[in-house]
């Protein structure tokens, strides 16, 4: 199964988080919004700009803001900042990490590549953004009260808290 590296996922959710924003935003500021812990958010934070998708701002005032528009962020550029080239195995990256010199498949790989950083090249960061507000999109978190639990169980309604965790 092909995952994205947490990192890559925290830095798209943090990209549309700050997106919404029109000024700077702190490091902790965008760890309460998201839900990632604070140290994770500033490592992030510093890949992106390192990468020169966001801008810093030291001082009182101080914080990040979106170098580009968000229409102009691609998810394929976000990745390649936090996680490095998109590769499906490490022999599609020019030999590098294949450890059999006599493989039929060698440069086959390739055209699957293409067409994956292709796709996460045309999903901006905008259209990320314009998805998670789409109607149904989150996840609705109910909480279980005593008073909506099942009655011949109130010890655990109260400390249930929300559904699937």
Same mark, same amino acid.
């Given at each position: 199964? !092909?995952?994205?590296?947490? !990192?890559?996922? $925290?830095? @798209?959710?943090?990209? =549309?988080?700050?997106? +919404?924003?029109?000024?700077?935003?702190?490091?902790?500021?965008?760890?309460?919004?998201?839900?990632?812990?604070?140290?994770? =958010?500033?490592?992030? !934070?510093?890949?992106? %700009?390192?990468?020169?998708?966001?801008?810093?701002? +030291?001082?009182?005032?101080?914080? $990040?803001?979106?170098?580009?528009?968000?229409?102009?962020?691609?998810?394929? +550029?976000?990745?390649?900042?936090?996680?490095?080239?998109?590769?499906?195995? %490490?022999?599609?990256?020019?030999?590098?990490?294949?450890?059999?010199?006599?493989?039929?498949? $060698?440069?086959?790989?390739? @055209?699957?590549?293409? %067409?994956? &950083?292709?796709?996460?090249?045309?999903?901006?960061?905008? &259209?990320? %953004?314009?998805?998670?507000?789409?109607?149904?999109? &989150? &996840?609705? =978190?109910?909480? =279980?009260?005593?008073?909506?639990?099942?009655?011949?169980?109130?010890?655990?309604?109260?400390?249930?808290?929300?559904?699937?965790?």
């Amino acid at each position: 199964m !092909l995952r994205l590296s947490k !990192l890559a996922d $925290y830095a @798209v959710l943090t990209l =549309v988080n700050l997106g +919404r924003h029109d000024g700077v935003v702190t490091s902790p500021a965008l760890a309460v919004e998201t839900g990632v812990p604070e140290p994770t =958010v500033a490592k992030v !934070l510093k890949a992106l %700009a390192s990468d020169g998708l966001l801008v810093s701002q +030291r001082g009182a005032r101080g914080g $990040y803001r979106l170098a580009l528009k968000p229409e102009e962020i691609s998810i394929a +550029r976000v990745i390649t900042a936090v996680d490095g080239p998109i590769s499906l195995t %490490a022999c599609v990256t020019g030999g590098a990490g294949c450890d059999n010199g006599d493989c039929t498949l $060698y440069g086959s790989w390739d @055209v699957v590549n293409d %067409a994956i &950083r292709d796709t996460l090249s045309g999903i901006s960061i905008a &259209r990320m %953004a314009e998805m998670s507000n789409a109607p149904g999109r &989150r &996840r609705s =978190v109910e909480k =279980v009260s005593a008073d909506t639990a099942p009655q011949g169980n109130r010890a655990t309604a109260a400390t249930a808290g929300t559904f699937g965790g």
